[in-house]
């Protein structure tokens, strides 16, 4: 007899190898075949809602690891709530319009905007749009995401569109819109205003000067023959130049310095006298700011008017302490320039270039235009100092090129009008992290008003018609009309007709008596497309509601989707939009550094998909601080895909020992549970609680450190471990062996069900191997509840106790190991001399001693104080490791006085001779 053909070995067809890159594809056709999210919807379409409301990724290019930490983050959330008690809908969302399609579109794929009109071009876009979509939309269900990925929504879609306008509509009707000229933030690269949201901050290099403006007018307090001295970094801004701003409490000085009069701000005479390289100078005497109003100087290029004002703008941080004032390129100098009546003079035009206003600069680029200005200034003797500076600039986000200031007609809403709502309803919002309320907040308190109008063609046109006498309309019946014109035929119908065709049939105007009208040009602001999506999305589809339990994105977002969306939703409804907003950070490379194509340093969700898996991917996920930003390189990912084996091993484990277990016959009651059994329970009952209560509040890398604790620690080195003596060993009803595997059964379960919203292909491929469930997927059933165990804290701190003893031995074998005294642990006999405490807590355990520890051997031989001196002391026992007495067996290998005393099983233990006499031999 083969004595090896009677242990009853693990038996499972679930695979040790992953083989995630081929397996996952094919459980994801699974899941499309069974329609795995209406089935999650029907199954919990009784509960009450939570809505994660997607952010719009754009749809342009393919994913990167920011987008796949995102969409991970909310798969986790989204399936975790549905199996919680709720009905968890996912509808996933894209940004569609914007400059980047538009590029793209021109120099990708070389097309010619001038060959056609901007209805045809609009068409080209959408449609480039939609194959990017499609794209994306592939990646992001490869990542194993579940939504509702066949019906999403799309800011080109015209329903998005109709609600769009309605909240445009509405924010008019409150009065928050309105036209004006202000300065704005322009990209020249763009030719469009740009919002808050789109500017980023790079070093630019800039020319800085010190430039002297002659007193034309001292009114009494200063004399003709003194000079107030400006400095600015853009020299291209001087043509534009109508006044000089100085602060009302500061004072200023008069110096005598290189044979001419000059007048700084007190505080700064010394900084400029050492900018300026001023050998001696002095103060001959100051005069407080507020009696320097309405002194006249005079332009040092074109001799006109430089009105001194008043401003509490002006500080002592740098310059000169007299600001130079061009109000059409500055929203300070604007708002001064307002106040005091002044022009608002822009002599730049739409790509940055010199108009004729800037008399003899015309036609120059702006930035190409500071040496010829600074090379005037010089001819006429008011250049003090040229020197350059590398400083912080703002820049267009989408070109990554140069902004200016530049005052143009623009929509605007206004914030001003209800700020103060924006901010109460930022304090009743729910932040994760919490300082992210700090951050919107302040955003919000110190924010101009929304510049939404962008002179581009890919986007939604901004609904106003204009009178003949250029009165703009903006009524309930015309906003009605066009949303209603968009929800039918989309919005590229506003540039396919007319705008007497786009007006409600027989409307009239007072201010257009001969029934012309016509129609803006502009369009909208890309983030208030998306910020509008609570109104076209979660008010537009009856599977969601307003507001939304959550928001979940990148900490850019604060200033982008957070803050618009927040903007639209107050003007529109008084409250936010969502009732909690959770932020993760950036993906950096393994060394913390941002991933770049020149640095080499990308890694892409598809490779890592195509070698390791996704599941792989999203325990990387489950894994960093996400809410700080976080580090993904080739040896980060092989760590978790260390770990992902060791869950992986413990699930199979689990299966292959559960193959002849049937739990509606086999399962041992609680009461008949040895007690080393119910303390594997209390500590599964105990990382349920603690992973339900992780996932309640996001924290994912406290579920991933304590899941991989479990299957480690709890389980392999120590239940599992013992468990296998027992289980290959004994006859297959053996009550402790069906005892274990009750236990077994009872952690499968519970480890498949606490994993699925994170290795999401992973748990569905082991519960297609569970016996005795009824349902199809894992996704189908709800988390497990923590079961109340009678005596478990006192069982709990006695095995806790019984687990450090262990570690002592543990000690004491490695030693003797290294000492060469035994090789395998199933060698050795220990001899414990404990204290009393111990001892106490030997004799109260029931279970058979030597297997816990795996060893042959286990003998109390005295106390502490009698323990001889080769014994290894530890603080509470004292043990000597040696050579178990007798034989191995040949089918347990344990070491055993009795192998021999059965002559028909010579080689084996009487145990074992008894389980093979019972169940092998008749």
């Not at 739990?663 to 209390?682: C, G, I, K, N, W």
């Amino acid at each position: 007899m083969e004595y090896k053909d009677t242990l009853l070995m693990p038996k499972t067809e679930f695979p040790m190898r992953g083989n995630l890159p081929n397996r996952e594809p094919q459980m994801q056709q699974k899941w499309a075949d069974m329609n795995i999210y209406e089935k999650v919807q029907e199954h919990t379409k009784d509960r009450p809602l939570f809505v994660l409301h997607d952010g719009p990724p754009y749809a342009n290019g393919d994913i990167h690891m920011g987008h796949a930490l995102n969409k991970v983050l909310k798969d986790f959330i989204v399936r975790y709530k549905s199996m919680t008690g709720y009905c968890a809908p996912y509808v996933p969302g894209w940004d569609t319009h914007g400059l980047p399609i538009e590029t793209a579109l021109t120099k990708n794929k070389k097309v010619n905007r001038k060959e056609m009109s901007v209805a045809e071009f609009r068409k080209l876009c959408e449609q480039y749009a939609w194959e990017q979509i499609e794209n994306q939309r592939e990646q992001f269900k490869r990542l194993g995401v579940r939504g509702d990925w066949e019906n999403p929504y799309v800011t080109l879609k015209p329903e998005y569109e109709a609600q769009q306008i309605k909240v445009f509509g509405e924010m008019a009707k409150q009065g928050y819109i309105y036209k004006g000229l202000k300065p704005v933030y322009w990209s020249p690269s763009s030719e469009s205003a740009l919002a808050e949201a789109e500017i980023e901050y790079y070093d630019k290099r800039s020319a800085s000067i010190y430039v002297a403006f002659p007193v034309k007018d001292g009114k009494g307090v200063l004399n003709q023959d003194e000079k107030i001295i400006i400095w600015t970094t853009t020299p291209w801004t001087i043509p534009a130049n109508l006044g000089i701003a100085v602060h009302a409490d500061l004072q200023y000085s008069v110096v005598a310095a290189n044979g001419e009069k000059f007048v700084v701000a007190s505080e700064l005479v010394e900084t400029v006298a050492k900018a300026i390289e001023w050998d001696e100078y002095e103060v001959i005497r100051t005069h407080k700011g507020s009696e320097l109003e309405h002194v006249m100087a005079q332009h040092p290029i074109y001799g006109r008017d430089s009105l001194v004002m008043l401003g509490d703008h002006v500080t002592t941080d740098a310059g000169t302490g007299c600001v130079h004032t061009a109000p059409g390129h500055g929203e300070d100098d604007f708002i001064i320039g307002q106040k005091y009546g002044l022009d608002v003079l822009c002599p730049v035009d739409a790509k940055g270039y010199m108009t004729e206003e800037a008399e003899g600069f015309a036609g120059l680029f702006y930035d190409e235009a500071n040496k010829p200005i600074t090379e005037k200034l010089q001819e006429n003797g008011a250049l003090l100092k040229l020197n350059f500076i590398t400083h912080s600039y703002p820049h267009d986000w989408r070109t990554k090129k140069p902004t200016i200031f530049r005052a143009t007609a623009q929509w605007f809403a206004s914030i001003k009008d209800f700020r103060k709502e924006l901010l109460q309803a930022v304090e009743e919002t729910k932040w994760v992290p919490a300082w992210g309320e700090t951050r919107l907040y302040n955003m919000v308190r110190d924010r101009g008003d929304w510049c939404i109008s962008r002179q581009r063609a890919w986007g939604v046109p901004i609904p106003v018609f204009y009178a003949e006498n250029d009165e703009p309309i903006i009524t309930d019946e015309t906003i009605e009309h066009v949303s209603n014109l968009f929800r039918e035929h989309g919005s590229n119908i506003w540039f396919e007709r007319e705008a007497k065709d786009l007006l409600p049939e027989g409307f009239t105007h007072e201010g257009s008596p001969n029934g012309h009208f016509t129609k803006e040009t502009d369009i909208m602001d890309v983030w208030f497309d998306s910020g509008s999506s609570h109104q076209a999305v979660l008010e537009e589809r009856e599977d969601l509601q307003r507001p939304a339990d959550l928001y979940l994105e990148g900490s850019d977002q604060y200033r982008g989707w957070f803050n618009s969306s927040l903007s639209t939703s107050v003007a529109v409804t008084g409250k936010a939009p969502y009732k909690g907003v959770l932020s993760h950070g950036f993906a950096l490379d393994g060394e913390g550094r941002k991933m770049s194509k020149s640095l080499g340093n990308v890694v892409l969700p598809s490779k890592v998909m195509n070698q390791l898996g996704a599941d792989i991917l999203r325990l990387w996920v489950a894994s960093v601080d996400y809410q700080a930003d976080v580090r993904v390189s080739d040896n980060i990912l092989k760590q978790v895909a260390e770990v992902y084996r060791k869950i992986r091993n413990t699930f199979r484990f689990l299966l292959g020992n559960l193959a002849d277990y049937n739990h509606q016959t086999d399962a041992v009651s609680m009461s008949e549970l040895r007690e080393v059994d119910r303390y594997m329970l209390v500590k599964l009952n105990k990382l349920v609680s603690k992973v339900r209560n992780s996932y309640e509040t996001y924290e994912f890398a406290a579920i991933y450190h304590a899941i991989h604790n479990f299957c480690t620690i709890d389980m392999s080195s120590f239940y599992l471990d013992f468990a296998k003596d027992v289980l290959y060993i004994e006859s297959a009803n053996n009550v402790e062996r069906r005892s274990i595997q009750t236990v077994l059964y009872e952690t499968l379960l519970a480890l498949t069900k606490l994993v699925s919203p994170i290795l999401s292909h992973t748990a569905d491929e082991v519960w297609a191997h569970i016996s005795g469930v009824t349902e199809e997927s894992v996704q189908l059933v709800d988390m497990p509840e923590a079961q109340q165990i009678e005596g478990a804290d006192e069982l709990e701190k006695k095995w806790d106790a019984f687990m450090e003893l262990r570690d002592d031995v543990l000690k004491a074998l490695e030693a003797a190991r290294n000492e060469k005294v035994i090789g395998k642990s199933l060698e050795a006999k220990i001899t414990m001399y404990p204290n009393a405490e111990t001892k106490a807590l030997l004799d109260s355990i029931q279970e058979n001693v030597k297997q816990l520890f795996i060893v042959s051997d286990f003998e109390v031989a005295g106390d502490l104080s009698t323990a001889p001196a080769q014994a290894q002391a530890f603080e509470k026992v004292a043990i000597v490791v040696s050579v178990a007495e007798g034989d191995k067996c040949e089918r347990c290998w344990t070491v055993s006085p009795t192998v021999g005393s059965d002559s028909d099983h010579a080689t084996l233990c009487t145990r074992c001779a008894q389980v093979v006499k019972e169940n092998y031999v008749g």
